[in-house]
Structure formats: structure tokens, C-alpha cells
């Protein structure tokens, strides 16, 4: 019954913008930790961002800190994850995933839902 379902995916040129979204269906989204992930086919799945469940601590890569900003919406069960001064290496499918009552671990096997991804696509 639970269910992730990522948005906001595209082609943007080095040095743009976007921001994914991820609608959850699930039962009180306040309560779970959510992540941001991104995989290249080839390479094991990377750690983006988190938010633990309070929303009051954030976590980033080091490679994208400074660039990206995850947030939070608990009135739409919706997380986003603004990302700035994209590099073509930012190339990935992004995926969302929750964890309840998550501090914000990096460690993808923590996680209990999983969204089906969006693509991201940065052309130099």
C-alpha cells in the first residue's frame, strides 16, 4: 500500500537547474526519514541527501553539497530535492526512499520503500 513516486526528471544543460519531486502514499509521512539516491548502470547505487524523520537534520554527499538542497513538505507528503550547477557526472536515475522514525543514514539498506526513479540527464 505504500508507494513513492518520483517527478521532475529531464535534459538540462551544465549549470542548470531542476528540482525532482516525490509524492508518498503512506501512512503518517511525517514519520519517516527520506532520502534522495542516484544510480549510474554499472556502479553501485550512490547516497544524494536526507532528512531525518523531524526534519531537523540534513544530510548531503560531499559531492553535491553546496548544490543541492532536500526539503521537506509534510502538508503534501511530498519531499523535493532542488538541485543547482548541475554537472554532466549528476547523470543518474534519482530515487526517493523512506525510512521510519530514520535519522538520515546514507546506507541505501536501511530503507524500507523505494521509488521507481527519474532520470536526470546533464549535457555538457
Do not use: H
Not at 5 to 19: M, P
Not at 29 to 37: E, G, I, K, N, P
Not at 98 to 117: C, L, M, V
Amino acid at each position: 500500500q505504500v508507494q513513492l513516486v518520483e517527478s521532475g526528471g529531464g535534459l538540462v544543460q551544465a549549470g542548470g537547474s531542476l528540482r525532482l519531486s516525490c509524492g508518498a502514499s503512506i501512512g503518517t509521512f511525517s514519520l519517516y526519514a527520506m532520502a534522495w539516491f542516484r544510480q549510474v548502470p554499472g556502479k553501485e547505487r550512490e547516497f544524494v541527501a536526507a532528512i531525518s524523520w523531524t526534519g531537523g537534520s540534513t544530510y548531503y554527499a560531499d559531492s553535491v553539497k553546496g548544490r543541492f538542497t532536500i526539503s521537506k513538505d509534510n502538508a503534501k507528503n511530498t519531499i523535493y530535492l532542488q538541485m543547482n550547477s548541475l554537472k554532466p557526472e549528476d547523470t543518474a536515475v534519482y530515487y526517493c526512499a523512506a525510512d521510519r522514525f530514520g535519522t538520515g543514514t546514507s546506507n541505501s539498506n536501511k530503507y524500507e520503500y523505494w521509488g521507481q526513479g527519474t532520470q536526470v540527464t546533464v549535457s555538457s
